[in-house]
């Protein structure tokens, strides 16, 4: 339970952003869901959701073991029939899942791991229809800064500024992170147009776990705190991830 509220504040505004843009696409089944890739979509905790919303949701991840409990969760939801696990790699994208077959394509903490991000951002522009959306969350290169040194690993903290890919060193699991200037001008350089820019996770990584579990009301308050500064542009550029909306 306690963990259910404290991932529900770190993904809750990534939900809402993404339903409103998902509301505003014709379909052209009216009544009918739309036809979504989630690319790197693992164990469905986005995917499953949508297909119990309507939605025609296929999975392409390399991992067996994701798509196993892909399956399960879509059966306990008794959403099977509306969702497609694809084994495979962002670079095989377009003969997967089709040229220009969905009307929207998510790619949630993916593109800091593929071995080309500008590749998997042409697969994914690729995928789309004309005017299809894409919601791209990526993990920000200056909350891990702040974290590093907040840690007090100010030499780890200084590398990561400086490191071209946001790294703090050799160890750093993270193969990259972004800038908000670097991620919106590789998007333009795909065929994107950005419309919203949302920092995730501003406070929600530095506020101690305990007190928003023991605090009646914390975790609400948190969520209130996060929704309000998601825009912000001070706050928004010491987020933990950003998440992006944009159309093709
Ligand atoms: C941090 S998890 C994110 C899972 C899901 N998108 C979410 O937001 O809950 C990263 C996912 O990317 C997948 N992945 C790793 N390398 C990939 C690649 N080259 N192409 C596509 N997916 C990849 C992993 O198997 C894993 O499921």
Do not use: Y
């Not at 905790?45 to 939605?55: I, Y």
């Not at 073991?65 to 959403?79: H, K, N, P, Q």
């Not at 394509?105 to 593929?114: A, D, K, W, Y």
């Amino acid at each position: 339970m306690v963990d259910r509220r404290r991932r529900s504040v770190r993904t809750a505004l990534v939900g809402e952003a993404l339903r409103v843009a998902l509301a505003g696409r014709s379909r052209t089944d009216p009544g009918g869901g739309l036809d979504i890739v989630d690319l790197g979509g693992g164990t469905g905790g986005f995917a499953v959701p949508l297909a119990v919303e309507g939605h025609r949701v296929t999975v392409v991840d390399p991992s067996p073991d994701a798509l196993a409990s892909l399956e399960r969760r879509a059966s306990d939801e008794g959403v099977s029939k509306l969702v497609r696990g694809v084994q495979g790699d962002a670079a095989e994208l377009p003969g997967l899942a089709g040229e220009s077959s969905a009307d929207a394509v998510l790619c949630h903490g993916v593109l800091e791991v593929v071995d080309d991000p500008v590749q998997a951002l042409q697969a994914m522009a690729s995928v789309l229809r004309e005017g299809g959306v894409l919601s791209l969350l990526v993990a920000q290169r200056n909350a891990v800064v702040l974290a590093r040194a907040l840690a007090g690993h100010l030499a780890e903290a200084r590398i990561a500024l400086q490191d071209p890919d946001g790294r703090w060193g050799a160890t750093d699991p993270m193969p990259r992170r972004f800038d908000e200037a670097g991620i919106t001008a590789q998007l333009a350089d795909a065929g994107f147009m950005v419309h919203t820019v949302h920092g995730v996770r501003t406070f929600a990584d530095l506020v101690p776990a305990a007190f928003v579990d023991s605090e009646p009301g914390a975790a609400d308050s948190l969520a209130e705190l996060e929704r309000a500064a998601s825009q912000h542009p001070a706050f928004r550029a010491l987020a933990t991830q950003l998440h992006i909306l944009a159309t093709r």
